[in-house]
């Protein structure tokens, strides 16, 4: 299994009282990576699939902030895991060369990803069929 093996849940330090709740996620000490870009996805249907892609380069953790999602992790060889978001104190770290998708988006579902690389669309597979043959090329 290739960069499978390294995704992995992580779970953030909540602070809280009766004034609410506060998260705090650090590059390089929460993360095993420190942030150089930050996106969120909403207003995305149930039946929406985001992502549908792997990158050559860029690691992330994908982290629900309200609502939930799901995601969809393949590593090319066969093997897929299925990682419900549901709770923002906590996300999931997916490492280079694994392909996701993101779906099953509830009404008020805000994903947040933090990349560890700079937008480049050329460090996109987004062919499943080209990143099986890279896959099996190594």
């Not at 093996?5 to 779970?11: I, R």
């Not at 149930?46 to 690691?59: C, K, L, W």
């Not at 008020?108 to 069929?129: F, G, N, P």
């Amino acid at each position: 299994m290739h960069n499978m093996n390294q995704v992995k849940m992580l779970e953030f330090q909540q602070i809280g009282d009766e004034r609410g709740h506060l998260v705090v996620v650090e590059g390089g000490d929460d993360i095993p990576f420190e942030i150089k870009r930050m996106f969120y996805i909403y207003g995305s249907d149930p039946d929406v699939i985001r992502g549908q892609h792997a990158n050559r380069n860029s690691e992330f953790v994908l982290i629900n902030v309200a609502g939930t999602s799901k995601v969809k992790i393949k590593d090319g060889e066969g093997n897929e895991m299925i990682i419900c978001l549901n709770r923002p104190h906590t996300g999931v770290y997916l490492p280079t060369m694994v392909w996701k998708d993101m779906y099953d988006f509830s009404e008020d579902s805000v994903l947040l990803c933090l990349a560890s690389t700079h937008y480049d669309a050329e460090e996109y597979i987004r062919d499943y069929d080209e990143f099986v043959r890279i896959i099996n090329e190594e």
